[in-house]
């Protein structure tokens, strides 16, 4: 497994990895920028090959018992290496030695999806045109 880094005042590297990111992976940098500076709620974890962000998972809370991804993400040049999997596995620890009960989210329907499903996701509802895109994501939740 690739080191991961798990330190919030990283995000200035990681506004230049959304940044190239294919447009369709992108998030509105705005509210990146809210995320990662003024939200205290917030963690993120990123994994790193040598000076390069290559993933993330970013998770914010508004409880004491469940945690939600607002973004999770392998750069396309290196999945299928099973970092995507690397991720939620650290996002699980992390919250379970946090004290979380849940982690909850939405997943574009395919490889995402089935990397929660693995860990024992339990879909909550199927979105058919998640954001205007087009593609089904599934809302879902994860018990610790």
Avoid at 4 to 28: G, N, V
Avoid at 42 to 69: F, H, P, R
Avoid at 122 to 129: A, E, F, G, P, R
Wanted: aromatic content about 14%.
């Amino acid at each position: 497994m690739i080191a991961p880094l798990y330190k919030l005042k990283d995000y200035k590297e990681t506004f230049k990895f959304e940044k190239e990111h294919p447009k369709e992976l992108r998030w509105d940098d705005k509210y990146k920028l809210y995320t990662l500076q003024e939200n205290k709620q917030c963690q993120g974890i990123w994994l790193k090959d040598k000076t390069e962000l290559i993933g993330e998972m970013i998770v914010t809370w508004k409880s004491s018992n469940a945690v939600y991804i607002e973004s999770f993400t392998v750069m396309p040049t290196h999945r299928g290496q099973g970092l995507g999997h690397d991720l939620v596995q650290l996002t699980i620890e992390w919250a379970s030695i946090s004290g979380y009960e849940y982690i909850t989210g939405e997943a574009r329907k395919g490889a995402s999806w089935k990397i929660f499903d693995n860990f024992g996701a339990t879909s909550v509802l199927t979105y058919k045109d998640w954001g205007g895109t087009k593609e089904e994501y599934i809302s879902f939740k994860l018990e610790l």
